[in-house]
């Protein structure tokens, strides 16, 4: 570890909202360890101080990334981004359901020698044949297994409503009369809405409380999570998930949207339960109640691993960058140029 001044300087861009959230935050514990982190937020369409990045010889790009267009100011620095699924393509950097143009951005990044850290296998699955420089790696945090679990014999459900899944989505999963109680927590994301749960409320075989907070601190989540032997995630995909994490490094059977990185993380019907339309089911309640000891063996034995492999991220971002240059490519970049110009000029590029 090097001392406070010995550190090396590092630009950390973020996306504004994680500034609440801290899901960023296990990076920025890592990378502290070798680098002065100083922080940029960044907001769609809002300016951003792009010529600041030019300060420091080390980014890091967490969740999103700028275009090929902006990026290659930054050409000759060392970069190091952990996209999200979830967000590949939801800020205008490129549109990933066009294989082709995904295929010229994971070649542009190459060019500028961006080292990727993969979290999930969409994201390795997206990358493809492209010559970038990557590390895969499995987040988990520290267990911490509520002793309450153990005694409970019936289902304690906690469900963050965030506008993905829906209450009707997993609600059938289980029999009411196994069900003890609902922690409700109704707070959707920008731009969805919380499910519609009036006719559930009315009914005498449920009981469903309401977390009524705008937002909950992470200790607040926490406790709530403890009192809970089962973990609803709340996205249809996700990046990491880090609700999802929380709740299985407390030994909770998760049910979960079979997307990523729900269906990386679960054990379907060990450590919990993956449904999608065409697979829903009810769930035998004695099979959770009983498999508490097998979750925390899974919890315990996959956050030991993390330890190990979170080692190998220092070393990436230090090592030299592999600059890939590939003379084909120059006329695949030309037309991203074009259709990066025709976005600023449409006005439907987040960038601007």
């Not at 290659?72 to 939801?90: F, T, V």
């Not at 143009?101 to 493809?128: C, H, P, Y």
């Not at 059938?172 to 609902?182: A, L, R, T, W």
């Amino acid at each position: 570890m090097s001392n406070n001044n010995d550190k090396k300087r590092l630009a950390y861009v973020d996306f504004y909202t994680h500034k609440n959230t801290k899901s960023g935050d296990f990076l920025r514990e890592i990378l502290s360890e070798e680098f002065e982190i100083t922080d940029f937020w960044w907001k769609p369409r809002e300016k951003f101080p792009l010529n600041d990045l030019k300060k420091y010889d080390f980014i890091f790009f967490f969740h999103i990334i700028f275009p090929y267009q902006l990026m290659r100011k930054l050409k000759g620095k060392r970069i190091m981004w952990a996209p999200m699924y979830d967000g590949l393509d939801k800020y205008g950097a490129v549109n990933f359901t066009n294989t082709f143009l995904k295929r010229i951005f994971w070649d542009q990044m190459a060019s500028l020698g961006v080292k990727v850290l993969k979290f999930s296998d969409k994201i390795t699955e997206s990358i493809g044949q492209s010559k970038l420089d990557t590390l895969k790696l499995k987040y988990y945090v520290k267990t911490d297994f509520s002793s309450s679990q153990i005694n409970q014999k019936k289902l304690n459900i906690f469900f963050w409503d965030r506008g993905g899944v829906k209450f009707d989505d997993w609600i059938k999963i289980f029999k009411s009369k196994d069900i003890n109680e609902i922690l409700y927590f109704p707070n959707p994301d920008y731009g969805r809405k919380e499910s519609n749960i009036s006719k559930y409320l009315n009914r005498k075989d449920l009981k469903i409380t309401l977390i009524k907070n705008e937002f909950l601190s992470k200790e607040d989540f926490l406790n709530l999570l403890s009192k809970c032997n089962v973990f609803v995630a709340p996205r249809k995909k996700e990046g990491i998930g880090m609700a999802l994490v929380e709740a299985i490094s407390k030994g909770m059977y998760v049910v979960g949207y079979n997307d990523s990185t729900m269906n990386e993380y679960i054990e379907n019907e060990n450590n919990g339960f993956l449904f999608d339309e065409k697979n829903i089911k009810e769930i035998n309640t004695d099979s959770i109640i009983n498999s508490y000891h097998l979750r925390k063996s899974l919890a315990e034995i996959n956050y030991n691993a993390w330890l190990e492999e979170k080692k190998n991220i220092l070393p990436f971002f230090s090592k030299k960058i592999n600059n890939y240059k590939k003379l084909s490519s120059i006329f695949l970049f030309f037309i991203s140029d074009i259709n990066f110009l025709i976005k600023r000029i449409l006005k439907i590029n987040y960038f601007y």
